[in-house]
């Protein structure tokens, strides 16, 4: 199953940019948070204003698969406002990249060497991650819900599907820029729920895999995912022509390697204490998590503010309240490290 | 009971001492001086407000106690040749003159206006005055720009001899107006209705219209010459690679943020000089002018 | 089995619903007839934009004018008069750049047109009024080889800086999301 989740997510990432999607953003989760996050009218960016269907897809295919296996469970209550938070610098970290840890691998697939910066430093966050759980870094333990209350996610993705179908007046589309290439909306949405499901299914996610082997090594079964993923995207790259190995002139990329370093590093740093990267939060928060649910809020938030603020990099590079963003967002995981820090001592009292 | 100071004040004092000496002797160490002769474009006043608080920023970065020289723009060569400066901040046919003659060592060149650190010159008629073509030119009363002047002189002057036409002949006559300014006198002089036509250096028409003071339909553009390098540092053949690869990298690795203490004020370095940067050109992007002078028959390849 | 208490809140959640769905289909159903303040922000916004391009094409329509007749100072001339009204306008960067390197200063045209990409997307977008990915892609293609090889011969930061502008223009016109 995981190695289907990865193959099937390296065929639509290929696939989407080949049917409409940007080059090199088949599948890109942050670009597509702040592509929805701008068409409801959270920035003001005319070329970044579209709701993805994928994302929809996600989270529904998810739900669907959840609860078909009788997986779906409302569970929540751990550190709410911190995993908001957590969300909103997760997106500040993909936007000072140009990309989320997937759209990271795809670029790479396609040649893009400028993704070696941020490749080292996911895998260094993700490290630094690890050392902080062993360490006692915990957000603590959810807890099941009275209620229903892991459906409002869900129901939210519902609604943008519903905005996405109806286009009222009042939700912006691009008609130019990255937004305004998408593939055709019921091959976005059939694709994002394909992947949501084998996702939910699966369990698959590009840092868990990264995170599984520092912990587990070969064993790890999300490795031989993240493998299958690769080789299909690198053969589908090919297949399409989109394959140009180097480092200038590649789509959606800029030469900052320290900043793009830095703000993966963020991604993986706060993905592995999150359980997870912004895709698989979208998994669980359709499987009826609302931590994760208030991650996927602070990432739509985030989507808001990065292009508002514009701490989003361009082509050009990274700005200066980029550069600050990140760091921000550094400092803040670093203060959650000592805020929610179970020390050996205290857990010994325990 | 008497007060003994402690062995450790007088190690202190020592030191203080020994520190403030050094600290003397430093300020009293005496820094190489070296010259920098500017081209006058206008006045010599207009030339030292323009370059000195320039020539204090390279003094700054080199270490060297730059004076700025101001030099009529007939005397560069003499002078330079003389050695009465080692760098040298003029039009770009001087330091073609400089290079072909003195083998001056091309630092970099100034960038100003819409084409950064080329310009073109630019020959004009009033707008309804029905002086549209080079043809049209013939019997009419130009007015041209000083004879050393690039854009203002030599290039018109090489853009009617390309199409076979002799300003010492063909022309009713030709004027240089006198004293300073004379580029804007030019433009003036011809829209003023005192003469037909006139010489003018693109980067002065830019200038004029960015001010208002005329527009660009008051003209018709009756030709343009190529593109050439503006004005340009050069340095004497004497002075070592190493000072001139500094002194270049000083100059290109100014922003318009870049500032100096200047008469006990923190101002701007180029935007006090009128400048927007520099670039580096190779002495080859200056053929143009080369060609330009032979087709002219100007300096350095006069012929007699 | 519910009581009296659950069963009034259905029946409100359904009336609710019946009433949502109402209004909205009223909503979807009388869009294409709907005027003034109700035609909604996304299409006040797409009108403003093709107000704006029409405005930007008729207004320095003079500059493409002589450009045209390649009377490329008199162009610039314009530019540098439009200018004075439209102060920061990327649609200048743009002219300016396709005029200087008409005339040869590749370096300093290479920086007008990055400028304005810069501000301004629409000139590498090829649903955009203001589209000029084709002369921009023959910018980037005709420049590079030669701005490299000059580079390999004198390592120049003027090349240099002109090599990294022409890089962030291949890149914008190879697409991507930004």
Redesign the interface.
């Known amino acids: 199953m995981v190695l289907l989740a990865g193959a099937v997510l390296g065929l639509f990432g290929v696939m989407l940019a080949d049917w409409g999607n940007p080059q090199n953003s088949g599948i890109c989760v942050s670009c597509f948070v702040e592509n929805t996050a701008g068409a409801v009218g959270l920035h003001a960016n005319a070329r970044m204003q579209y709701i993805r269907p994928e994302l929809i897809g996600f989270v529904l295919g998810s739900l669907v698969s959840a609860f078909s296996l009788g997986e779906f469970k409302s569970r929540g209550g751990s550190a709410p406002m911190p995993r908001f938070l957590a969300g909103l610098f997760l997106i500040v970290g993909c936007a000072v990249f140009i990309g989320c840890p997937i759209k990271l691998f795809l670029r790479l697939t396609a040649g893009d060497l400028t993704t070696l910066a941020g490749l080292a430093g996911l895998i260094g966050g993700v490290v630094v991650g690890l050392r902080g759980l062993a360490g006692g870094v915990d957000f603590g333990r959810q807890q099941k819900q009275v209620g229903t209350t892991g459906i409002w996610m869900p129901a939210m993705f519902v609604l943008l599907l519903v905005l996405v179908l109806v286009r009222p007046g009042f939700v912006y589309f691009s008609d130019r820029g990255s937004a305004a290439l998408h593939a055709p909306l019921l091959v976005s949405l059939g694709a994002g729920l394909v992947i949501g499901f084998l996702a939910q299914r699966s369990r698959f996610c590009v840092t868990a895999s990264i995170r599984d082997l520092f912990l587990m090594g070969r064993r790890a079964p999300l490795l031989w995912g993240l493998l299958a993923f690769l080789l299909v995207s690198v053969s589908g790259n090919l297949a399409t022509g989109s394959f140009r190995p180097g480092f200038y002139g590649q789509p959606g990329a800029h030469l900052d390697f320290v900043w793009s370093f830095l703000g993966m590093a963020l991604v993986g740093w706060i993905s592995v204490l999150l359980g997870g990267c912004p895709f698989r939060q979208l998994i669980k928060a359709g499987e009826g998590d609302s931590d994760a649910g208030m991650v996927v809020l602070g990432m739509l938030v985030g989507g808001g503010l990065v292009q508002s603020w514009e701490i989003a990099a361009t082509a050009a590079g990274v700005s200066l309240f980029g550069k600050v963003a990140v760091l921000v967002g550094i400092l803040f995981v670093l203060l959650n490290t000592l805020l929610f820090r179970e020390r050996p001592a205290a857990a010994a009292d325990r | 009971m008497s007060y003994q100071p402690h062995k450790g004040f007088f190690i202190l004092l020592l030191l203080l001492l020994f520190g403030a000496g050094s600290i003397g002797c430093r300020n009293l160490e005496q820094r190489p001086v070296m010259k920098i002769g500017y081209m006058n474009c206008n006045s010599e006043a207009e030339t030292m407000a323009r370059f000195k608080p320039l020539t204090a920023y390279l003094s700054e970065q080199l270490g060297i106690d730059f004076e700025v020289v101001p030099v009529d723009t007939q005397d560069f060569e003499e002078r330079f040749a003389a050695g009465e400066f080692a760098f040298g901040h003029s039009n770009s046919l001087l330091y073609i003159m400089l290079k072909e003659t003195q083998q001056a060592q091309l630092i970099a060149t100034e960038k100003r206006g819409q084409y950064g650190a080329r310009t073109a010159g630019a020959i004009i008629s009033k707008k309804g005055s029905g002086i549209t073509t080079l043809e049209d030119l013939k019997g009419k009363r130009m007015l041209y720009g000083p004879q050393l002047a690039p854009s203002g002189y030599l290039a018109q002057y090489d853009l009617m001899l390309q199409v076979g036409l002799d300003p010492e002949v063909d022309l009713a006559y030709y004027a240089i107006p006198h004293g300073s300014f004379k580029h804007e006198k030019v433009v003036y002089g011809v829209y003023f209705g005192e003469y037909d036509v006139a010489a003018a250096p693109a980067l002065d028409l830019e200038l004029m219209i960015a001010e208002g003071r005329v527009t660009a339909d008051d003209f018709n553009i009756i030709a343009q010459s190529e593109i050439i390098p503006y004005c340009t540092f050069s340095a004497a053949r004497s002075v070592p690679n190493d000072l001139v690869v500094k002194f270049r990298k000083a100059l290109l690795s100014l922003t318009p943020e870049t500032t100096v203490d200047y008469n006990g004020e923190r101002i701007r370095v180029l935007d006090s000089a009128w400048i927007t940067g520099f670039d580096q050109l190779t002495d080859g992007d200056y053929d143009p002018i080369r060609r330009m002078a032979k087709n002219a028959n100007m300096p350095p390849y006069q012929e007699f | 089995m519910r009581d009296r208490f659950d069963k009034i809140c259905l029946l409100a959640i359904v009336v609710t619903l019946i009433a949502i769905v109402a209004f909205?289909s009223g909503?979807?159903r009388s869009?294409k007839n709907r005027v003034g303040d109700?035609?909604?922000?996304?299409?006040e916004?797409?009108i403003q934009?093709q107000v704006r391009a029409n405005f930007l094409l008729e207004t320095f329509e003079p500059v493409e004018q002589l450009k045209e007749k390649r009377?490329?100072?008199?162009a610039?001339?314009?530019?540098?008069?439009l200018?004075?009204s439209y102060p920061g306008e990327p649609h200048l960067q743009i002219l300016?750049g396709s005029i200087?390197v008409e005339?040869?200063?590749l370096?300093?045209g290479i920086?007008r047109y990055?400028a304005a990409v810069?501000v301004n997307?629409?000139y590498v977008?090829a649903?955009?009024r203001l589209n000029r990915r084709t002369e921009i892609t023959r910018l980037v293609e005709d420049s590079l080889p030669g701005i490299k090889s000059s580079l390999e011969a004198?390592p120049?930061?003027?090349y240099k800086k002109a090599l990294?502008t022409l890089?962030?223009l291949?890149?914008?016109?190879?697409?991507?999301?930004?």
């Open positions: 909205a909503f979807v869009d109700e035609r909604g922000p996304a299409v916004r797409a934009e009377e490329y100072a008199a610039l001339l314009k530019v540098q008069e200018e004075k300016r200087l005339q040869g200063a370096t300093e920086a990055a810069r997307g629409d977008d649903n955009s004198d120049n930061p003027t990294k890089y962030y291949q890149s914008r016109l190879a697409g991507g999301c930004e």
